[in-house]
């Protein structure tokens, strides 16, 4: 009976520690490469997130003010990003947004329960809120200011988040869709802008890209956003 002679390729199988060592120290270097690539990746998904449901927002206020035909109010604490003390012109606060303990960046308000439209928030209408998205603010960081081509009002200056402004020119956080789903804005005293000039966009930005939510005077929504490399608001 012959006695085996192990081979070559038996003899070495397996990993030495030394191989394992190196095996674990290229996996950790290549985690900590990818890490700021995905958490990049997740924070772009966020921010897109964010603006359709903001954009979803503005839809469904004015789908629901043609289905009902009341009045449905649209509040963004854009000009009070942080602020808790956000509010509609009467003065009652928009409510806390437990993700962030801020104001809820979206508030939808079916404005009828006085009998008439008074744009305040009474204890009987229904509301609907949309929460804010994590590391999401208000404003743009890397538009320089550009404003897409179809927001009216164009302002150079984004940092409240919003260029929504009544007709005398005020800056407003908030826009009505009337019974005839055509949006308009108000002043404090709850006086109605003429229809055809309540157009204007919000602004959301993760630090790396900006989006732009742009109502038109007629009520068509549009999302856009930002594309550094070409330097212009793209759909």
Not at 93 to 122: E, K, Q, V, W
Not at 129 to 152: E, L
Not at 164 to 193: E, H, S, Y
Not at 207 to 224: E, F, K, T
């Amino acid at each position: 009976m012959r006695k085996r002679i192990p081979t070559r390729r038996s003899a070495k199988a397996g990993f030495t520690l030394v191989e394992m060592m190196i095996v674990v120290a290229l996996i950790g270097i290549l985690a900590a490469v990818s890490s700021p690539i995905v958490n990049g990746f997740f924070l772009n998904l966020r921010a897109k997130a964010a603006a359709r449901s903001v954009a979803d927002a503005l839809r469904l206020a004015r789908t629901d003010a043609i289905r009902t035909g009341s009045p449905h109010i649209v509040f963004f604490s854009a000009a009070a990003a942080g602020d808790p003390s956000a509010t509609d012109p009467g003065g009652t606060a928009l409510g806390a947004d437990p993700t962030t303990g801020g104001p809820y960046p979206i508030f939808i308000l079916r404005d009828d329960a006085a009998g008439a439209s008074n744009c305040r928030i009474d204890p009987a209408e229904i509301r609907t809120t949309v929460a804010a998205q994590k590391d999401i603010a208000w404003g743009s960081t890397v538009s320089g200011g550009a404003a897409p081509a179809d927001d009216t009002h164009g302002l150079a200056d984004h940092s409240s988040g919003s260029s929504f402004q009544t007709a005398a020119g005020a800056p407003i956080t908030w826009v009505m869709f009337r019974g005839n789903g055509l949006p308009v804005g108000f002043d404090a005293a709850c006086k109605l802008d003429p229809v055809g000039t309540a157009g204007g966009a919000i602004y959301l930005t993760n630090g790396q890209r900006d989006y732009a939510i742009v109502l038109s005077p007629l009520g068509a929504v549009r999302v856009h956003a930002f594309e550094q490399g070409a330097g212009q608001w793209t759909n």
